[in-house]
């Protein structure tokens, strides 16, 4: 696939995003760049003529945009994702510099959709929709002062992704076929019901086991194989006489 | 010299922005990169509570600034200096993508300081600014839809020039002391001078010649050794017997 095809493929998720100014910003940085898929995740308003008017000529992004309720339906059916974030998190998944992500991306778009989310204006985004996301992604910004504006923050990105996709070395793209956003939820879904069933996690006393889980399976790429693989050795063992 | 030295001998210089929020943003975006030297030639209105508003903790920047009357004054002192446009240019000298600039830039602040300039958010620069400039910079965009906003461009320059000075090859700086902008000024006014005299140049039919001229010497890297021979060449013709 050639890089204008791999632009095609690439998701911008803006989660809870309070202002819509924010959003018509965004979606003028990414039509600059040659993006136009942008989804938004329970906006506090849109459409909204404040959203119009910023993104000046960007209309058919915002009138192309998908409203979902949830970060998971903004990503199903991706292939990899993008956390964009300027904390520093204890997860162990390496973080990547927007650069390092975007060749990254643009090589998994050659099995298919990619995202990059980005969280809300004040507080970014949540440990959960980090978790959801494949890797941590952050803009290396002066440490004292690392406060982008929403805006230009996707404006950073789409022009990484666009410097990426449109450079003469094309990204490596992975070997085996990844595994998607929905198959390994599938996968995490199973196996925590499987645990839950089992005994030995405690829906009661919740959240750190599975933070865990997700951090172990997170540092790898999961292909599809490798997902029916270990499915299969859960559903194997839930089957197992008692 | 290190990299954060670097960046602190780069001047973002604005060009007659007509809204102080821009001015702001742009405050904002030096700042998360760690630029902090701005430059505003005959800013529409400034100070101004909207820009301090968008400049969002990046008051330090706006207190700062220095406002002046021309472009000639903001580049004075200055090695080097790049003209983002977006507007493809007749001019012979060669364009400079965002990331090309910033290293080159990178490397000519080992000898004094360097500078971006941005345009009018309507218009961009005029012809006669870009020539003042060492080189054209275009930032790779959307042939399409390429109206980056002010900040946003303000943002991704500043972002590939902290790339630049803080990526571990460091960039090659310049064989010769490079000529500084004023030296190479006094060049083309003496030169001018020199043809005006002669009759080769007459100003009531102006422009084209010099602009060609300028096209000519800022196509290379004038050395500060390079200036004073052109001049004393100049001087030697003017005092020739009549």
Chains 1, 2 share one sequence.
Not at 32 to 39: D, E, I, V, W
Not at 77 to 101: C, D, F, I, K, M
């Amino acid at each position: 696939m050639n890089g204008a095809n791999a632009l095609d493929r690439v998701r911008i998720v803006l989660s809870h995003t309070s202002h819509p100014g924010n959003i018509g910003a965004a979606a003028r940085a990414m039509k600059t760049m040659g993006l136009a898929r942008l989804y938004l995740v329970a906006p506090a308003a849109f459409p909204d003529p404040v959203a119009d008017a910023r993104a000046s000529g960007a209309d058919d992004v915002l009138a192309a945009a998908q409203v979902v309720g949830s970060l998971e339906e903004a990503l199903a059916g991706t292939v990899l994702s993008g956390a964009v974030t300027a904390r520093r998190r204890e997860r162990s998944v390496p973080v990547r510099s927007a650069r390092e992500a975007a060749a990254e991306l643009t090589g998994f778009a050659a099995h298919g959709d990619v995202a990059l989310v980005f969280g809300r204006e004040t507080s970014g985004l949540t440990n959960e929709e980090v978790a959801l996301c494949s890797m941590p992604v952050t803009i290396p910004a002066n440490p004292e002062f690392s406060s982008l504006n929403l805006g230009a923050a996707v404006q950073l990105l789409c022009y990484e992704m666009r410097m990426a996709a449109l450079s003469p070395g094309v990204p490596a793209s992975p070997d085996g076929e990844p595994a998607s956003f929905d198959e390994i939820e599938g996968f995490h879904h199973h196996l925590e019901a499987a645990m839950t069933a089992s005994g030995f996690y405690d829906p009661a006393n919740p959240k750190r086991l599975l933070q865990r889980v997700r951090r172990l399976f997170g540092r790898i790429r999961l292909e599809k194989e490798e997902v029916n693989i270990l499915r299969g050795i859960i559903a194997a063992l839930e089957r197992k006489p008692d």
